[in-house]
């Protein structure tokens, strides 16, 4: 079994994180994104809901019950407003597909790793055990 040096994963990383940027989702979600960064609308949108978070947390913080909920339900309508804009929600949907993908190879590194780890060790994948764990089992006692 060859060997590799952290350097030379971390290499190996920085490749497939170019790959991934290079990805068909990963351009639609920078053409996307300019859209949105472009959109007036949506930019003065954005800031409106900053600026009613910020007042929604000092009202909470100050106990101004009746005053939250105003800048609530004005957050509220402000956010409604923001989501039905068309490119808003083709945002999100890349920006989900986006994490997906990411999550997806995250996920296949770590498997692919404990898999070689058990298989190296001379473990059982469908047990998912090490072969040390396994030599250090204690035998089932059968006959009590």
Do not use: W
Not at 115 to 142: F, M, Q
């Amino acid at each position: 079994m060859q060997e590799y040096s952290r350097e030379e994963v971390l290499t190996e990383a920085k490749k497939l994180a170019e790959m991934l940027a290079n990805t068909k989702e990963i351009e639609r979600f920078k053409q996307v994104e300019t859209k949105i960064n472009e959109n007036q609308k949506v930019q003065r949108l954005i800031t409106k809901i900053k600026t009613l978070q910020k007042q929604a947390v000092n009202l909470q913080a100050y106990e101004k019950k009746e005053a939250l909920k105003i800048v609530e339900d004005t957050l509220a309508e402000a956010e409604e407003e923001l989501d039905s804009i068309p490119i808003v929600n083709e945002f999100k949907e890349i920006q989900e597909t986006v994490n997906n993908v990411l999550q997806l190879v995250s996920g296949t590194i770590a498997r692919e790793v404990t898999n070689h780890i058990i298989e190296s060790t001379g473990g059982n994948l469908l047990e998912g055990k090490t072969g040390s764990t396994k030599e250090n089992e204690e035998p089932s006692c059968s006959n009590e």
